[in-house]
């Protein structure tokens, strides 16, 4: 009895603290009908929605420190992504062998062809010497001889700002004297925006130590002529010199609007990607499609239960309601340890939780079988609870092993998705093992008084189970 | 008191049986192959709803070529299911041709809108995948079942007798040949879900394998001197009731799922309730009556 009684304390704080993770809510969001429930499990975006898209590096030089590379290459598009909202987004290192790879994942995003425009473009950002201007609609054509390598670029912010089409004549390699200098975005360390109470909305820019001396440079040989800022071809900003900036540090004003600056400011920042991204796999799953997921698994997942329940019932009486019992049991916990854990339901995943139902009732078959070996044998209900499991222990553990050693290597090895299965997998059949082994046998002891022995008056009945 | 199925007596049978069944399943693969999803060769998946549902998959392949003329060789299935949140006719689109800019997409997005009306199709999902990533998703499922099956060569041994974990293995290879064949007679999609599905159901055949073993140890231990055959075949019928109701609870459980499955769980599900029957059936036949050859040449050593 002493033993019944701790097992019976276990199960219940097992299953009190599954409700609790599972129930207590850690979010913070309020949510409606199923959805709160389960508000503590995540859901990967192949349920509810969302973009996964994988992208290799396309290096060249082989001695590049790829790790270095792709936090860089992170940071980039972490800005990016912040600057149009996706800001839930996550993006991630993973590796494929010996190659460094990015994964960006964005939640229930409408329209993953423009994450992937934004994402995928290198980018390029450098200044420029500007060399004229014009305001004219159509792109200007001419330009002067010696001006040869220069470029006619739009200025978006005029455009943008003052409604007016500003041409900008603008050179990538700057002359100072008969040097030539470039400056390109990898050497701006940081772009924002700051209020200045007399300038009112300004951006600052502070530049690296290579940067900075580039600047100094650029700056005192073009005092009182404007520095373009440019951006895959378009003119971001491009205010005028007023002095030599040698300290790294310089502000750009304009009479912005606080949105003008930041908004500057973030793709000043985001600019440069070091690297061409070649992606390599895209799952783009919409809103709908989940809800059909979770409608279709939710019927078999009920229905499966049920018609088990019902079966356990018909078969073995009540030690197939103890089953039943245990399955619900076993069900809440795998939710209340996924909560816990804070796995990732993906779409295989449930099926893993689906596929528990059948181990939870296996192992609860297994010691009903061996039970009743044990009454065959002439045992008082009671002495062949005790035998049966005692009997059965190391058959069940023996079986069950064998599923979590094919979920270990699933999860070691598998990829996306597929390891979500094996999650799910591997804490079901745990889950299955303590609840036959602590909870179902915690029942049938308490109870044993209401299971049948029908050999004990007579043997030789008509029970049509091997002997 | 009761009598004993044969299940020892007539072993040559059922072997020859799983011999044509293997037979079978290796000359559909390879002769007729498997049909593979995008997760294992390069290309683009795309689920498309219509709300008007009398177009056909030929109307679809029609209109497909109008957007390109090579995605008329693409593969559709409908897709159907017994519960759906979401009204309209389901396609699920295989092209041969990998998104790999954002610019195609796109282009058949609006191609699509334009030709089927923008108020009657919606993209549903959108997968591509590149070769080099198709290759990559192939050698981590060769590798995660080759991991599987030591990991579990290695148990049994240790466990049981190398002897056991040979007959197991021979069971396994048996379940996996047959379900693989399914597959490839009914033309079900083969994508990474699939590998995780036989994976499961070689655990779970596994599984019912291990009890019958259990049972002949315990059995060979307590009436030695029994001739092998009588013990195996007792072994069997003594947890035959097990086996067949654990194997009936799993089986309703899966095919449910089969039924109500939808685009990306239905070859999944599949796997599984042949895997289920499948392995049912080797447990029984074929795991416990081929050892008692190998058992027999053991003792006499």
Redesign the interface.
């Known amino acids: 009895m002493r033993l019944d009684r701790i097992l019976l304390i276990i199960s219940i704080v097992v299953i009190a603290t599954a409700f609790f993770f599972l129930l207590f809510p850690q979010s913070g969001k309020a949510s409606k009908g199923l959805s709160a429930i389960f508000s503590n499990i995540h859901l990967g975006l192949?349920i509810k929605g969302g973009s996964v898209l994988?992208f290799?590096m396309a290096t060249e030089d082989e001695n590049v420190d790829e790790n270095q590379l792709a936090n860089d290459v992170i940071a980039v598009l972490r800005n990016r992504l912040d600057s149009v909202g996706y800001t839930e987004a996550t993006i991630k290192k993973v590796f494929?062998?010996n190659k460094v790879r990015i994964r960006v994942e964005i939640p229930e995003i409408s329209d993953?062809?423009k994450a992937?425009?934004l994402l995928?473009k290198k980018g390029k950002l450098y200044f420029a010497e500007v060399l004229d201007s014009k305001v004219q609609e159509e792109k200007p054509t001419e330009k002067p001889f010696k001006y040869q390598d220069a470029v006619w670029l739009k200025n978006i912010s005029a455009q943008r700002y003052y409604n007016e089409t500003e041409w900008l004549l603008v050179r990538e390699d700057i002359r100072i004297g008969a040097k030539i200098v470039n400056l390109d975005g990898s050497k701006v360390k940081d772009a924002r925006a700051s209020f200045d109470p007399k300038e009112g909305y300004v951006i600052l820019l502070t530049f690296n130590n290579t940067g900075r001396k580039l600047f100094a440079d650029i700056t005192r040989a073009m005092i009182n002529k404007r520095l373009a800022i440019v951006l895959d071809n378009n003119v971001l900003v491009a205010p005028v010199v007023k002095e030599a900036i040698p300290g790294g540090q310089a502000r750009i004003t304009g009479k912005f609007s606080i949105e003008e600056a930041r908004e500057i400011a973030t793709l000043i920042k985001s600019g440069n990607l070091p690297v061409d991204l070649?992606?390599?796999?895209?799952?783009?799953?919409?809103p709908?499609?989940g809800?059909?997921?979770?409608?279709?698994?939710l019927?078999?997942g009920i229905?499966?239960l049920i018609?088990?329940m019902v079966?356990?019932i018909v078969?073995y009486g009540w030690m197939g309601v103890v089953a039943d019992i245990a399955l619900v049991y076993n069900t809440f916990l795998l939710f209340g340890v996924l909560a816990l854990t804070r796995s990732i339901l993906t779409?295989?995943g449930?099926?893993g939780i689906?596929?528990t139902?059948?181990t939870t009732?296996?192992g609860n078959?297994?010691i009903f079988?061996r039970i009743k070996?044990e009454m065959r044998l002439g045992k008082t209900v009671h002495n062949s609870i005790a035998g049966g499991f005692s009997k059965a222990t190391?058959?069940i553990v023996?079986?069950?092993?064998?599923?979590i050693?094919?979920?270990?290597?699933?999860y070691?090895?598998?990829?996306?998705?597929?390891k979500g299965?094996?999650t799910t997998?591997i804490i079901g059949v745990i889950g299955s093992m303590f609840t036959v082994l602590v909870v179902s046998r915690v029942i049938l002891d308490l109870t044993s008084t209401l299971i049948k022995n029908k050999y004990s008056k007579a043997l030789?009945t008509n029970e049509g189970?091997?002997? | 008191m009761k009598r004993e199925i044969d299940f020892v007596g007539k072993r040559k049978i059922f072997i020859a049986i799983s011999l044509i069944l293997i037979a079978i399943s290796i000359v559909s693969i390879l002769v007729k192959g498997f049909n593979l999803g995008v997760d294992f060769v390069k290309g683009t998946e795309i689920v498309l709803k219509f709300n008007d549902e009398s177009i056909s998959i030929a109307d679809l392949r029609n209109k497909l070529s109008e957007i390109k003329p090579e995605y008329a060789n693409s593969r559709i299935t409908k897709i159907t299911s017994a519960a759906e949140a979401t009204k309209g006719a389901k396609f699920q689109v295989v092209l041969k041709q990998f998104f790999d800019k954002p610019e195609l997409k796109d282009e058949f997005t609006n191609k699509a809108e334009q030709i089927f009306g923008k108020d009657n199709v919606e993209i549903l999902s959108f997968r591509a995948v590149s070769g080099q990533a198709a290759q990559e998703l192939k050698t981590a499922s060769w590798n995660a079942a080759l991991l599987a099956i030591i990991l579990i060569l290695v148990y049994i041994t240790v466990r049981f007798q190398f002897v056991y974990a040979i007959g197991a293995i021979a069971a396994l290879i048996h379940d996996a040949l047959i379900t693989l064949g399914f597959y490839s007679m009914f033309s079900i999609e083969v994508n990474s879900a699939v590998i995780a599905a036989i994976l499961t159901l070689l655990g779970y055949s596994l599984n019912d394998t291990i009890v019958v073993y259990d049972r002949i140890r315990e059995n060979n231990r307590r009436l030695r001197g029994n001739p092998i055959d009588r013990i195996v075949n007792k072994s069997i019928n003594e947890v035959i009731s097990r086996t067949i109701n654990t194997s009936l609870t799993t089986f309703f459980v899966v095919f449910i799922l089969l039924l109500f499955a939808g685009v990306v769980l239905k070859p999944f599900a599949f796997g599984l309730t042949v895997g289920v029957v499948v392995g049912t059936y080797s447990s029984l036949y074929i795991a416990s009556p081929i050892l008692i050859g190998w058992i027999r040449k053991f003792r006499r050593s």
Not at chain 1, 412 to 418: A, F
């Open positions: 192949d994988e290799a494929a062998g993953p062809s992937e425009r995928g070649i992606k390599v796999e895209e799952n783009s799953v919409g709908l499609l809800k059909d997921i979770i409608l279709q698994s019927v078999a229905i499966g018609v088990v079966y356990m078969v779409l295989p449930i099926a689906i596929l139902i059948g009732v296996d078959i297994i079988e070996e190391s058959t023996d079986a069950n092993l064998t599923t050693l094919a979920g270990v290597a699933l070691l090895l598998g990829k996306g998705t597929i299965f094996a997998l030789g189970v091997a002997k």
